[in-house]
């Protein structure tokens, strides 16, 4: 599980998507040559010497009045503020600019560890011009070249020197930890607060009024459970309540923390693309997963009006087929004991072992059933089978070549799985290894 947030910082083309791909290993972040590109925050997960973290990749900050840059501004100030360490990226090919004075002005506040990473040292002969950016005040300069690779090994050092200790969450498989997330203003907090039973969460119509990461233990009919409420902005201001495409970043830690995300919906507004947005993070956490559509109390209701609802969620979020939905009213407190209902269910599947002879008969009538197709030069032949961790159940295949797995053939594999043993609302993982020795 992930520990700790980074967030690359820094004015346009300097290069920080980057050095957020080759950090990440894979190109998730968009590179291009033209400045501005990056205006969404993106976030991905990086393993280095044995830690597991979060990072974040912002828009450029700079000081003239391009397009968007007040939002630009606001998100990057967001994941400042949100994250364990920055990483500031600047432009040795350009040297020092009044635009990385701007960046280095928001981190002169900020009382956690600045990392200045000095970008595009392709040549040798650009490594002494690393040393004018003693001059910003933030401490050696490390310097790498994102578009090589050179020096990414140092920085990602740097990085975990630097993330805060924090010892593992131990997870009482007797206590239900779960979180809501969702955009701004479908009512998350109005949805604790019935769950709770009290108000013990501020709630407002404004949108992003909840400021801090709210932990509260809680008992319902002998059960233990902790809800975890999302992380709000820390400031105010009509900008940083105005960019609700941004919420994802105040879920992070409340999504890693968790067992179950509730996805709360506005069931009067409809799903819009910000929902798909805010459950990303918890779907690549592979946490199990419940939909909760709220407000259902004012919406005008025909004689198929939930059947409908659903059919739209489920064309909506084909990649969350397996989550449950529920349709409540926070501020009616109507339907809410589904919510506890579900939660306890999905709570027992996110931790369920599936006996070893069962699963290997449920693999090998699959490939009865269905043959592997041909793919990359040969066919599937799953060997053995075996369950190797719950939270989320994690199934290991011996083949006899993992390049042989089309990922329809593992999509039709983890139907199977699903239609044989109760899995709704769990993510289920298939790693594939080659069986060896004699096949």
Same mark, same amino acid.
């Given at each position: 599980m992930p520990?700790?947030?980074?967030?690359?910082?820094?004015?346009?083309?300097?290069?920080?998507?980057?050095i957020f791909n080759r950090m990440i290993g894979e190109r998730h972040a968009i590179v291009d040559d033209e400045a501005g590109i990056t205006r969404d925050r993106l976030y991905g997960t990086c393993q280095w010497l @044995?830690?597991?973290?979060? +990072?974040?990749?912002? =828009?450029?900050?700079? *000081?003239?009045n391009a397009p968007f840059q007040?939002?630009?501004?606001?998100?990057?100030?967001?994941?400042?503020?949100?994250?364990?360490?920055?990483?500031?990226?600047?432009?040795?090919?350009?040297?020092?600019?009044?635009?990385?004075?701007?960046?280095?002005?928001?981190?002169?506040?900020?009382?956690?560890?600045v990392i200045l990473a000095v970008n595009k040292i392709d040549e040798g002969s650009l490594i002494a011009e690393a040393q004018e950016f003693y001059s910003i @005040?933030?401490?050696?300069? +490390?310097?790498?070249? =994102?578009?090589?690779? *050179?020096?990414?090994?140092?920085?990602l050092n740097k990085i975990v020197e630097s993330l805060p200790d924090t010892e593992e969450d131990i997870i009482d498989e007797d206590t239900i930890t779960f979180c809501m997330v969702g955009r701004p203003n479908v009512g998350k907090s109005s949805l604790v607060n019935a769950i709770l039973n009290e108000n013990r969460v501020i709630v407002s119509d404004i949108s992003g009024t909840t400021r801090d990461s709210i932990d509260t233990p809680f008992k319902k009919d002998g059960k233990n459970y902790v809800v975890i409420d999302t992380a709000g902005l820390k400031k105010r201001g009509k900008i940083y309540e105005s960019i609700d495409k941004y919420s994802a970043i105040r879920?992070?830690?409340?999504?890693?923390r968790s067992e179950i995300v509730l996805l709360v919906i506005d069931g009067k507004a409809g799903i819009l693309d910000q929902d798909k947005h805010v459950i990303q993070y918890a779907t690549d956490l592979h946490k199990a997963i419940i939909i909760v559509v709220n407000k259902w109390d004012i919406v005008d209701k025909q004689t198929n009006t939930m059947s409908d609802f659903t059919r739209l969620i489920r064309e909506e979020y084909k990649f969350l087929d397996y989550a449950p939905i529920c349709y409540v009213s926070a501020l009616k407190k109507n339907r809410i004991d589904t919510i506890f209902e579900t939660l306890e269910m999905v709570?027992?599947?996110?931790?369920?072992?599936?006996?070893?002879?069962?699963?290997?008969?449920?693999?090998?009538?699959?490939?009865?059933?269905?043959?592997?197709?041909?793919?990359?030069?040969?066919?599937?032949?799953?060997?053995?089978?075996?369950?190797?961790?719950?939270?989320?159940?994690?199934?290991?295949?011996?083949?006899?070549?993992?390049e042989f797995m089309h990922f329809s053939y593992q999509r039709y594999l983890e139907n199977r799985l699903r239609e044989t043993f109760n899995f709704d609302?769990?993510?289920?993982?298939?790693?594939?290894?080659?069986?060896?020795?004699k096949l």
């Open positions: 520990k700790g947030i980074v967030a690359v910082v820094g004015s346009p083309n300097v290069g920080k998507s980057t @044995g830690k597991t973290f979060s +990072i974040i990749d912002t =828009g450029g900050v700079e *000081i003239k007040t939002q630009i501004r606001a998100q990057a100030q967001i994941a400042i503020d949100e994250a364990d360490v920055i990483v500031f990226v600047t432009d040795a090919k350009l040297g020092v600019t009044a635009d990385d004075r701007v960046v280095a002005k928001m981190l002169y506040k900020v009382n956690k560890p @005040g933030l401490g050696e300069p +490390i310097v790498v070249s =994102g578009a090589h690779g *050179i020096g990414i090994g140092d920085l879920a992070l830690k409340a999504i890693e709570h027992l599947v996110y931790y369920t072992r599936v006996q070893t002879s069962i699963l290997n008969q449920v693999m090998q009538d699959a490939q009865m059933m269905n043959l592997a197709p041909h793919f990359n030069g040969g066919r599937i032949k799953i060997l053995y089978a075996s369950q190797v961790s719950t939270a989320p159940p994690t199934f290991v295949l011996f083949v006899n070549n993992p609302g769990t993510p289920i993982k298939i790693i594939c290894r080659q069986k060896r020795g």
